[in-house]
Structure formats: structure tokens, C-alpha cells
């Protein structure tokens, strides 16, 4: 089946320490996102990658990292640096149709720093 | 920056009752898209708006895109418990990879 993939779907991570989180889609898009969602709250954009090997900072980059050296893969790394790390990170990708297009997301990764 | 407002930000109603969110844009929109996240879960497409003035149905949700092409909504008529969650508008940015989102509303049923 295609979809995205995201793992594990819980995570904990003792303070000070970096953890990756791993993003797979097989839909053959072109681009993809990391989305950080605090309880209640709205969706807030961390990174997006339009193509392999390239990405861009979206609203809350500081204290997270990217790479994207696959096109079906877009791990998020989130460091030591980023001051309040618990969340539910979300995974999204579109395809090539421009503005028209609809995001697929992953189920999702419920991140606790303990 | 362009800015997708939501309202209500919460909505709590009795089932059978009708419940509507609204989204406006700071700009005018070449399209509109719509996403139910349950909860626990993850944001899933609903629709997509296109045209000025357009109207779309899915069942008992009502889908509007304004004259402008700067507001939206979204219309539940007689909500049932499966309705329950979180209803997200997003719009274009300014590139056509980026996706403006709304905050949400989120529907609450009460018991």
C-alpha cells in the first residue's frame, strides 16, 4: 500500500540527548514536511523539502535538523538544543500537481523527554 | 506574512446539532483545502476548493468557498459522534510547495 511511514510512534528521550525521527513515504512525491503539534494546538511547519537534497527552515526550525538524501526518506533530528522537545511530530508529503495538490501525513510520533 | 485565521477555535455542541468553521485568508487563495484529524490521530484530506463562489457536499458537511476566493467554510448539519475532532483549512503559500495551515477547530460533542 503507498503511504507514509513514520517510527517509532512513541518515543522517549532523556534531556540533553538527540533523538532522529524517521520519515517514509513510497507515493513518489516530490515534496515533504515535518509538522510539530502541541496539545490542542494547530499544525506549525519545523522543516519542508521540495527535492532531494535541498530543504528549507519553516516557522520553528531552531534546536531541529533535516536531511534529505533519498526522495522517499526525510529524517528529523531533534537536538539537544530544542529547549521543550515534547510533542506529536507529524509527518507530511505532496506531490508534483503545485498548489492543487492534497498532504498525505504519517501516522505521527508522540515525543516525551523525560 | 500570509495568514489563514480559523474560528472558533473550540466548538462544543449536542449531537444532532449543526456545527460551522470558518477560515479567512489575508490574501486571495488560488485554492482551499480541508483536513479532519481525529483524535489521537492524524490530519486526513477531506475536499478541495477551486472556483469563487464554489459549493462542495460530502454527506452532511458542507463545503464554501467565498465569492473573493478569501474566506471559507465548513458546515456540519445534524453532527454525530464520528464527527468528533479537529477541522484544519490550508491554503497555498507563496510557494507552490508551501501550505498555509489554520489553527483549527476543534468539535466537542457534548456528553
Known amino acids: 500500500d503507498g503511504g507514509i511511514t513514520q517510527s517509532p510512534k512513541y518515543l522517549f528521550r532523556k534531556e540533553g540527548q538527540n533523538v532522529t525521527l524517521s520519515c517514509e513515504q513510497n507515493l513518489n512525491h516530490d515534496a515533504m514536511y515535518w509538522y510539530r503539534q502541541d496539545p490542542g494546538q494547530g499544525l506549525r511547519l519545523i522543516y519542508y523539502s521540495q527535492i532531494v537534497n535541498d530543504f528549507q527552515k519553516g516557522d520553528i526550525a531552531e534546536g531541529y535538523s533535516v536531511s534529505r538524501e533519498k526522495k522517499e526518506s526525510f529524517p528529523l533530528t531533534v537536538t539537544s538544543a530544542q529547549k521543550n522537545p515534547t510533542a506529536f511530530y507529524l509527518c507530511?508529503?505532496?506531490?508534483?500537481?503545485?498548489?492543487?495538490?492534497?498532504?498525505?501525513f504519517g501516522q505521527g510520533t508522540r515525543l516525551t523527554v523525560v | 506574512g500570509q495568514q489563514v485565521m480559523q474560528i472558533p477555535q473550540y466548538q462544543h455542541v449536542q449531537e444532532g446539532e449543526d456545527f460551522t468553521t470558518y477560515c479567512n485568508s489575508s490574501?486571495?487563495?488560488?485554492?482551499i483545502q480541508w483536513y479532519k484529524q481525529r483524535p489521537g490521530g492524524h490530519p486526513v484530506f477531506l475536499i478541495q476548493l477551486v472556483k469563487s463562489g464554489e459549493v462542495k457536499k460530502q454527506k452532511r458537511l458542507t463545503f464554501q468557498f467565498g465569492e473573493a476566493k478569501k474566506n471559507s467554510s465548513l458546515h456540519i448539519t445534524a453532527t454525530q459522534t464520528t464527527d468528533v475532532g479537529t477541522y484544519f483549512c490550508a491554503g497555498p503559500g507563496d510557494s507552490n510547495y508551501q501550505l498555509i495551515w489554520g489553527a483549527g477547530t476543534k468539535l466537542i460533542i457534548k456528553p
Open positions: 490574501t486571495t487563495l488560488s485554492n
Open positions: 507530511a508529503s505532496r506531490g508534483t500537481g503545485g498548489p492543487n495538490t492534497e498532504a498525505f
